[in-house]
């Protein structure tokens, strides 16, 4: 996107570089006009069976192509961790994030973030007061969060390729909010409470002049039942790239009619909101856990989906060593020629789809 800083006084005209995230904006249009992207989270850090194996990825296994778009988490970087929650190094999440982006892919970046006043993880919901001290400026809580922010800020600023470019990439913080489960979720602070979050969150970023990130807004489907529950808590346009939704599938076949619903009420919403404020809609995150149905992507995936305009989809980790924790089959695993015939849809990209879709 060239920008006009146009000065009519001498009928000279400078075009502006385009930033890297107005670049990568302009690539997830293409690709919605193409279909959509595939993404999975950890794709090349860890599978089913292995872990930290250069190349390695179970898309790859099942399709021979790499996923469009990968997934990360920066959860515990706010602790200075070395590794994130779910033990991937940040050092080898940053040499993949390289990896990623220079074959043509995307990257991602959710935060799952420790809770700054129990000290808990993301998931400790037991103080409900958390919230309204990390935006109240002065706070120690506050300050702890803006520091924390700052963390992440200096990752994702740091993500360059091997020219020194910045690698643009959808960060997706203070996600699934219209849920219970995190500290952040709708129980446990007012909409506007929510809304100082993301302002905070940017400022952080806006003050460091970073220009290499695209941001997404993600409600759940719990609690979000229309346009209304969507944009309830919506922190404005300047601050938003990505009407996202995070919408899962439970209980096998007897979820199939549900599923579809929650689609048409969240990500429908995503598509309606996309649409009034001129953004790109995306399906954040989805999966069935465990794929218990042997054709889970196409005959229920891909017909709750088919008929809204979105640049991505999400599907969640396969975790290593964990039975049925995995949204992608592994290989041997029995939904593997589903997911090949799904990665066959024209309207399914992967790398090899978008790589030169630039
Ligand atoms: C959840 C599970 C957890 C993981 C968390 C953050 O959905 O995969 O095991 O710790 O996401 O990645």
Known sequence: ??????????????????????????????????GFAFGHHDDTAYGHYWEYTPDSSDVRSATGDYPAII??????????SARNLD??????????????????GINSISWHLRNPLTGGDAWDTSDSTVVSHAVAEGDSVNAKL????GKVA???????????????????????HTGDWFWWGKPYCTAQEYKNLWAMTRKVFDDKEIDNVVWAYSPDKSNCSGLDDYMERY????????????VYHFNGEQGNEAFTQWMTATLGSAVAAAKAHDKIAALTETGSEGLVLDDWYMNVLLPA??????????????????????????PGHHAIGDFVEFYKQPSTLFLNDIKELK
């Open 71 to 80: 997934n990360w988490d920066l959860g515990m970087i706010e602790l200075d």
């Open 235 to 246: 922190p404005g346009d300047d601050y938003i790239d990505i009407m996202g939704a995070d």
């Open 154 to 176: 200096a990752f994702i600023a740091s993500l360059k390729d091997d020219n020194g470019v910045p690698i643009p990439v959808i960060f997706r913080p203070w996600h699934e």
């Open 146 to 149: 803006l520091a924390w922010t």
């Open 305 to 330: 989906i088919k008929d809204y305009p979105i640049a991505y989809i999400t599907v969640w980790r396969n975790g290593f060593g964990m039975e049925k924790h995995f949204y992608v089959p592994y």
């Open 87 to 104: 033990g991937v190094p940040f050092e080898y999440m940053r040499q993949q994030i390289k990896a990623q982006h220079a074959r043509g």
């Open 1 to 34: 996107m060239a920008l006009c800083g146009c000065s009519h006084s001498n009928q000279t005209v400078v075009e502006e570089a385009a930033t890297p995230a107005q670049q990568l904006l302009e690539r997830l249009a293409k690709i919605q006009e193409k």
